[in-house]
């Protein structure tokens, strides 16, 4: 079973496969820092993730949780869902990233962790 890990550099779409087999089959649960450009993978939950991001010094406002599925086109890879989304305070009450301007930076953070 992989373990959480904090993705600062790139890793390849092989890598992030191999993860999805271990956990959830074709998906990985992340939690992306829009601020620091980081992104947390390996976790069972968001929460769990979101949880070792906070360890290492983000702040709750600029994370947000992803599903990844690496078997699909680009364009369908990424999931906005995730529990540590719904933020009332930061205008946010879905479990989806509600603003355009979040979701392309975690898109643009994403493409650039994986390649």
Known sequence: MSEMRIIIEPI???????????????MVK?????Q?????????LH??????????????DDLWGINIYPDEAPEKQIEF??????R????????SVEDAEIRRKIEEIVR???K
């Open 12 to 26: 390849s779409l092989d890598e992030l496969q191999k993860i999805a087999e271990e956990r959830f089959g074709d």
């Open 30 to 34: 992340a939690v992306v820092d829009v």
């Open 36 to 44: 620091k450009q980081i992104m947390a993978i390996g976790g069972e």
């Open 47 to 60: 929460a769990d993730e979101e949880a070792l991001l906070l360890e290492q010094g983000s702040k709750q």
């Open 81 to 86: 869902d995730s529990m540590i989304n719904l």
């Open 88 to 95: 009332p305070r930061q205008g946010n009450r879905s479990r």
């Open 112 to 114: 650039a962790l994986i």
